[in-house]
């Protein structure tokens, strides 16, 4: 799989902008994943996305009736171009206060030259930013009644952040998670890797965070985590909350912690097989 977007043509395929529940809207491309988190004293947005995704998500944001200039917080799901190339024309066009986790913000406040796999790669850097404020594992975003919670998933990014929340719709409360991604990269080291020496251990650690949180409504940074095209053809077939899915978040990330496994044991098999030196 190649790192440029033109290997992934739904990555800037416009996708319709629409309700997922409570006070969450989707407003990302069909491959990218933006959500507009809209409160009574201004919007969230995660996920800048490409460079030329920002215009996409401006105009997603206002055919649901919302201004992109209330934009206040910018949050990423995690350090790739795919995710965060567009955050420095957002802070510039709307001033929100961009918040990372640290382990990604070195990564986007250099503009993705410090990515432990991508550094040298020109085609995955983009415009650096600014962080304003670089959060910690189960630190708390707020704004207006919302409350975001960053659980710092690490593996994929060394600061990649899942995104918890809670939303009421039709007077039932749900718990939101919104995955940073459990994805094992083709070329990813996950033994003996001197940029990233516990990268295994740390995908350990974020697939039993994974498992731990409370999930209702399961979204993630790819629309293909969650299988965004199924349901949003669902939602216009009039089903009432197809993102509700909690027995799909579990398979999800079982899928992936095996393949995870997987992966873990060839390389390591490749190892122990090696010639001493
Ligand atoms: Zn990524």
Known sequence: MGLAAQAHPDWTTPFPPHHVAGNIYYVGSQGLASYLITTSQGNILINSSLESSVPLIRESIEKLGFHFSD??????????????????????????????LEGDAEVVESGGKADFQYGASPEAQYPPAKVDRVLHDRDEVRLGDTVLVAHLTPGHTKGCTTWTLKVQEAGQTYNVVIVGSPNVNAGYQLVNNAKYPQIAADYERMFRVLKSLPCDIFLGAHGDYFNLDAKYARLKGGAASPFIDPAGYKAYVAERETAFRAALAKQSAGRRGGAPR
């Open 71 to 100: 934009t206040k917080i910018l949050l990423i799901s995690h350090a790739h171009w795919d995710h965060c190339a567009g955050s420095a024309a957002i802070k510039e066009a709307t001033g929100a206060h961009y918040m990372v």
